[in-house]
Every structure is written in structure tokens, then in C-alpha cells.
């Protein structure tokens, strides 16, 4: 029989009762977190039926649930070897070696930093990080039998910088370990799940929040302008989970599609938006990316008038034979006004009858954005599978920032939009995709400077397994050299570091990662899996291991595999076809 290895409880009479008074369950958005993980995992809605499904499963993940009718079962099941992980669960504190003291709500609302995680020991989380921000209530508690190797400050900006990796400062222990038997338990007093939605949705555009005069997405920036955006501070939280799985043994799906068969070291993808430009600077640009043997997306904008765009069917066709791609780039530019359902429609709707085909992934004008979650409904309900709004800086006080590499919504991966709590947090079949790279430039007076930097980001990208979106406007890549000097530099980078790179249009980044989340692995026990694998690219999968490597049999062959360090942290690596295929590891 097969089954998942790893377990998610949630509870779903919480998230109705949430629901009723018109408030947000964020626990339940914990899929997306193990799907950025690329775990395979079981979601267990009803908590009585969890220790029935305990056999031959390494890990179990609890949400902000009342746990305690369960715990006998629980602790049996840890005693045996099992990775129990709370995340403010309720009824297990004898089991998770903690002490109640009391309940921290967020001071100004579910979008608010409530505290500051401060790591007492090295290890747990990225070598870079030492404090990370906590955007959701806080359950108060201290070890007891446990122990403590993270502790909460006080939402203060200069906790950011202060590196007491000492308790003396704490209201909170924020992460506590327990060893139960040949088991382990970890305690987290904070949602994960709330922090990474706050931090990758963002909050509801409603005002002009950063005050350049214009609703855009930047307005929904939750990080202060103490935090140094160069950081994707969830994927930080993403490390601190893998870590324990890590420690259960469980396979997973890497981030990164395979490269002819092999490991690939990064994942680049390109992407830009026409503006209605009239001068024919598309067609150079699609022309230019070919003879640079790169992908490119081009975001079209309707004349003002809706009557056509500056680029034709003909033109898009052929941009198509190079393999490239296009989509709408829907206009909605104005200072602080919001935009309607018809206005995005009607632009969508010139979109599809000049150009014969639904978008994939588009981006809006200037990045206009107003309200929460409707256009990402609006444009799932229209068969759009995401968009690329998500800009790298701050919209202040340059309004354009150029050269601009940063991770303002806390990743650099495709990020699965969850309703609001009048639609229950539905999960969309939609995603948004940071930009991370924005229109890098070479200048002849700052080279040796522009060089250094954009070969750090391109090797921090390969060396902490981040994706590294590039955006260059159609213009830019026909009118300025600066612009096409970033690119070959760009391109001799990658051949001087000898660097395994599958380069991507922005839709084929999108279809890649849905196609990722609906392969799995399944075990058959006793390290025997099936491994079915949806996207023609095929999938790399991720065993942890630090030491000789494992022994992989491959639909009844010997395959080798390939050992790589990310974020400091070894895996064992294999690239898998699409298909069905059995796996035995030992």
C-alpha cells in the first residue's frame, strides 16, 4: 500500500470558527509550506483519526490545534523515532518538554512583526541568520524538559541588529528540542505558516502605504526598513523545517528541474513588459534574446484605446518560433485609485480575441495593485495561472530602481495565492512569482563594481538554491548597451563558474513549479518508493545525507548520485524522467 511518510494535522473546526467571524485561518496555508519543501505529506483534517495512520510515517507536522486527547498515541509512536513538530499546539506540553505562560497577540493587526526569533545556537537556521522576524500571534512558553535553542525579543527595529545569542533579552523561548526515546520533539511558539502567507502575500493594498502617491504592489511590503530585503527571510524558515525532516530521513522534490539529464545548479528566467512601445523595439529585443540563445516573455499592453496593441499576431507568432512567450500587461495606471474586475477583464478580453490564447503568467502596469486576493481570483476564474508583480525594492523613493536585486516578500520561488477568510482560504490554482533581478546594469564608470555585483548574486543564487528571475524591458534590451552588457556578462559568469543553468520563460517557470507540486513520492516501505514525476523536465529529487552515499536502485538499475551543499546544508541528488518509476534507497 502506498502512503506519504509525513503527516499534517490541522484543524478545521478552528479554521470555521475563524471563517464565521470573518477572520483568516492561516494554518492553513501549511501546504504551501511542505509544497515550497517539495514534501509529500498527507493532510489529517480530523485529529482523532491521526494515530491510525502513524505506521511507517517518519514525521508528523501540528498546526495550532488542541492535541492532547492524542498524546499517549503520539508518544509512543516518538519513543519509536518519530519527528513530532508543533507549531502552537496545544495539549502536548509534557511531551514537547514546555511551560505555558501566556497568549501574545499581534499589536496592530494579522499583518503586524510581533517578535524577533534569536537563535541561541548555530545550526538550525541559514549561517547568515541570526534573527528572524515573526509575523503572527505568539503562544508564550519556556522548556522545561526541553530545551531551548531559540528565544523571541520584544517587535523592536534595533532587535534586528543585536546579537545576544543570550536568553536575557527574550519574553518567549521561540523553538525547543526535545530527544524522546530514539525519537525527537521541536516546538515552535509562532505560526510558520502565518508568518511565511504575511510575508509572501504581502498585506491588502487599501492605502498608499509607502506614500508615492500610486496603490502598487510594494504597498503590501510587511518587512520594516530595518530589514535588509537582500535576504529571503521566509525561505530562512523554509531551511529551519527542512532541517528536521532531514533528520526523519524524508525524501523530497528539489526546487531546481533537472539539465539534460543532470543536476542543474540554478534556475534564470526572463521576462518584460512592451509599455505599447510603437517603436518597433519588441521585435529587436525578441531578435537580440534569440541571438543570445536565451528564453524571453514579453508582457503586451493594450492602447489606451483598447483598439490593438503595438504588437502584432504575426509578430507574436514568430517570437513564439524562438520559443519565447507573451502575455497581457494590463494597465491600470493612475495615482491611488483602485481598479475594477470589468477594467481587467475587458483588457484581458482584447488580449485574448487579438491574440487567440489566455495568458499564463502577466504583469501589470507599473505594478498597480489594490485589494488582497481578487485579482488573483478574478484571473484564476479566466484559466491565468499567476503573475509577476511581485517587485524586488521598495517603490521609495525611486519609483523605477533600477539594478535593483531583493527579496521584499521573502522568496525568490513561485508562491501559491491563498484566498481571503470570505472564501475560506481557498487554495487558487494561481501563483505569484517574485521578481528578483530587476534590469541589471554594466555602466563603464562603475564595471568592476556592477561586474562584482551581479556575479554575487548569480552565485549566492546557486549556492543557497534560489531562483533568480531577471527582468529587462523590450527597450532596454534594444536601445541600451548597458542593459546587454549585464547580459553577456552575465552569460561569461555562468561559463567561468562552470554553472549547470536552466533558463526559463516566466510562464514555463510557473508550469514547471505546478507540475513539481502534483508529482510525489510515495513509499511502499522499507525504502522502496514510487516516484511519479509530471513535467516533461523532469524532477530532481533530494535525499539528505551528509555522508557516503546512499545506495539508489532506479526501476531495478544502479544509479549514481551527486552530492551538493545548499545553504550549507549537504543533499544526495538524482534527476528523474517524467513518468512512474520505482526507487529503492538504503
Same mark, same amino acid.
Given at each position: ?10 484543524? #478545521? ?5 475563524? *471563517?464565521?467571524? &470573518? ?18 505529506? /498527507? ?42 513538530? @508543533? ?39 541559514? /549561517? ?19 530545551? !531551548?535553542?531559540?528565544?523571541? =525579543?520584544?517587535?523592536?527595529? %534595533? ?33 510558520? !505558516?502565518?508568518?511565511?502567507? !504575511?510575508?509572501? =502575500? &504581502? ?7 509607502? &506614500? ?13 526598513? +530595518? ?6 527571510? +521566509? ?26 539529464? /543532470? ?7 526572463? &521576462? ?40 502584432? #499576431? ?8 524562438? @520559443? ?5 500587461? $494590463?494597465?491600470? %495606471? ?72 531583493? %527579496?521584499? %516578500? ?37 564595471? /568592476? ?24 524591458? $523590450? ?21 567561468? *563558474? ?51 552515499? $546512499? ?16 545553504? @550549507? ?8 524522467? =517524467? ?8
Amino acid at each position: 500500500m502506498k502512503r506519504t511518510e509525513l503527516l499534517l494535522g490541522l484543524d #478545521r473546526e478552528r479554521a470555521r470558527t475563524l *471563517h464565521r467571524a &470573518g477572520k483568516c485561518c492561516h494554518d492553513l496555508t501549511y501546504p504551501e509550506v511542505l509544497d515550497e519543501l517539495g514534501m509529500s505529506y /498527507e493532510v489529517i483534517d480530523h485529529l482523532q483519526t491521526l494515530p491510525q495512520k502513524l505506521d511507517g510515517v517518519k514525521s508528523v507536522l501540528l498546526a495550532e490545534c488542541n492535541a492532547a486527547s492524542i498524546q499517549g498515541q503520539l508518544e509512543e509512536w516518538v519513543v519509536r523515532g518519530g519527528i513530532l513538530i @508543533g507549531c502552537m499546539t496545544e495539549g502536548l506540553d509534557d511531551l514537547f518538554g514546555i511551560r505555558y505562560e501566556g497568549y501574545k497577540v499581534q499589536p496592530d493587526d494579522e499583518f503586524t512583526i510581533n517578535a524577533y526569533t534569536t537563535f541561541y545556537e548555530a545550526g538550525w537556521a541559514p /549561517e547568515r541568520r541570526y534573527c528572524l522576524p515573526v509575523i503572527s500571534p505568539v503562544r508564550i512558553v519556556r522548556a522545561t524538559t526541553g530545551r !531551548a535553542v531559540a528565544g523571541l =525579543q520584544q517587535p523592536l527595529s %534595533f532587535n534586528i541588529f543585536v546579537q545576544d545569542r543570550s536568553e536575557k533579552n527574550t519574553f518567549s523561548d521561540a523553538m525547543i528540542i526535545r530527544p524522546v526515546g530514539q525519537g525527537f520533539c521541536c516546538y515552535f511558539a509562532s505560526s510558520i !505558516a502565518h508568518t511565511l502567507r !504575511a510575508m509572501h =502575500q &504581502g498585506r491588502p493594498v487599501d492605502r498608499d502605504w509607502d &506614500g508615492d502617491g500610486m496603490y502598487r504592489t510594494a504597498d503590501g511590503i510587511v518587512l520594516t526598513y +530595518a530589514h535588509d530585503l537582500q535576504d529571503p527571510l +521566509a525561505d530562512d524558515y523554509l531551511f529551519i523545517l527542512q532541517g528536521l525532516f532531514d533528520r526523519a530521513g524524508l525524501i523530497s522534490k528539489h526546487v531546481y528541474p533537472p539539465i539534460n539529464g /543532470e543536476i542543474s545548479d540554478c534556475v534564470f528566467f526572463y &521576462g518584460g513588459d512592451d509599455e505599447c512601445d510603437p517603436t518597433g523595439v519588441q521585435q529587436i529585443a525578441i531578435e537580440k534574446m534569440h541571438d543570445y540563445n536565451l528564453p524571453y516573455h514579453i508582457n503586451i499592453q493594450c492602447k489606451d484605446d483598447l483598439s490593438g496593441f503595438a504588437m502584432s #499576431r504575426e509578430l507574436v507568432e514568430h517570437m513564439k518560433s524562438y @520559443g519565447q512567450e507573451s502575455s497581457i500587461h $494590463p494597465n491600470f %495606471f493612475r495615482p491611488c485609485a483602485r481598479f475594477t474586475r470589468e477594467e481587467f477583464e475587458e483588457q484581458l478580453d482584447c488580449y485574448e480575441k487579438h491574440f487567440g490564447e489566455t495568458p499564463v503568467v502577466f504583469v501589470n502596469h507599473c505594478i498597480m495593485f489594490y485589494g488582497w486576493t481578487e485579482l488573483a481570483r478574478w484571473a484564476s476564474e479566466r484559466g491565468i495561472l499567476g503573475d509577476n508583480n511581485k517587485f524586488p525594492a521598495r517603490m521609495m523613493p525611486d519609483a523605477n530602481p533600477i539594478n535593483t536585486f531583493g %527579496f521584499p %516578500f521573502g522568496t525568490s520561488y513561485p508562491v501559491r495565492v491563498y484566498d481571503d477568510a470570505i472564501h475560506c482560504d481557498k487554495a487558487l490554482e494561481y501563483f505569484s512569482v517574485p521578481a528578483i533581478l530587476y534590469e541589471p546594469r554594466i555602466y563603464p564608470e562603475t564595471a /568592476e563594481r556592477d561586474k562584482a555585483n551581479l556575479e554575487r548574486h548569480i552565485l549566492d543564487s546557486a549556492a543557497n538554491g534560489w531562483f533568480l528571475p531577471m527582468f529587462f524591458h $523590450p527597450v532596454y534590451i534594444a536601445q541600451d548597451e548597458n542593459a546587454n552588457a549585464a547580459i553577456v556578462e552575465m552569460q561569461d559568469i555562468v561559463k567561468r *563558474h562552470d554553472l549547470r543553468v536552466v533558463h526559463l520563460g516566466v510562464d514555463a517557470v510557473v508550469l514547471w513549479w505546478n507540475d513539481r507540486l502534483k508529482s510525489s513520492i510515495a513509499t511502499d516501505g522499507a525504502g522502496k518508493y514510487t516516484v511519479d514525476v509530471k513535467s516533461d523536465k523532469g524532477l530532481v529529487i533530494r535525499i539528505p545525507g551528509n555522508e557516503n552515499a $546512499p545506495v539508489c536502485v532506479l526501476d531495478g538499475k544502479p544509479v549514481a548520485m551527486e552530492k551538493k551543499s545548499i545553504s @550549507g546544508r549537504c543533499g544526495w541528488f538524482l534527476a528523474v524522467e =517524467q513518468g512512474v518509476h520505482k526507487l529503492e534507497v538504503q
